[in-house]
Nanobody, 124 residues
Framework: QVQLVESGGGLVQAGGSLRLSCAAS????????MAWFRRAPGKEREFVAG????????YYGDSVKGRFTISRDNAKNTVNLEMNNLKPEDTAIYYC?????????????????WGQGTQVTVSS
């Protein structure tokens, strides 16, 4: 089993920045993907950003391109999400997820490990 624990959420004003971290423990793996999803109030969970554990390629959802940056530290088994120029519509619970599959996945069903989530609130 893999355990994922998110940290770093909080309240920030529009235009501000936050950094989320996801620590993986248990049965870790060197291939596959770690990603961030979010669920805003009244909306479905959506893909935010992903990073391949082998090679480090990254990919992003359209709504966060140019503002968010995902990175990894394989030695520490952590993945970070740097969020800049935050907007009120970024308010959501942010979830860390992981899978062991090749390819670039944005679909919830293709991630088999999930954290509990961390709240991000952006005030206007």
């Amino acid at each position: 089993q893999v355990q994922l624990v998110e940290s770093g959420g909080g309240l920030v004003q529009a235009g501000g920045s936050l950094r989320l971290s996801c620590a993986a423990s248990g049965r870790t793996f060197s291939s596959g993907t770690m990603a961030w999803f979010r669920r805003a109030p009244g909306k479905e969970r959506e893909f935010v950003a992903g990073i391949k554990l082998s090679g480090g390629s990254t990919y992003y959802g359209d709504s966060v391109k140019g503002r968010f940056t995902i990175s990894r530290d394989n030695a520490k088994n952590t993945v970070n999400l740097e969020m800049n120029n935050l907007k009120p519509e970024d308010t959501a619970i942010y979830y860390c997820a992981a899978n062991q599959y090749s390819g670039y996945h944005t679909t919830i069903g293709l991630y088999n490990y999930w954290g509990q989530g961390t709240q991000v609130t952006v005030s206007s």
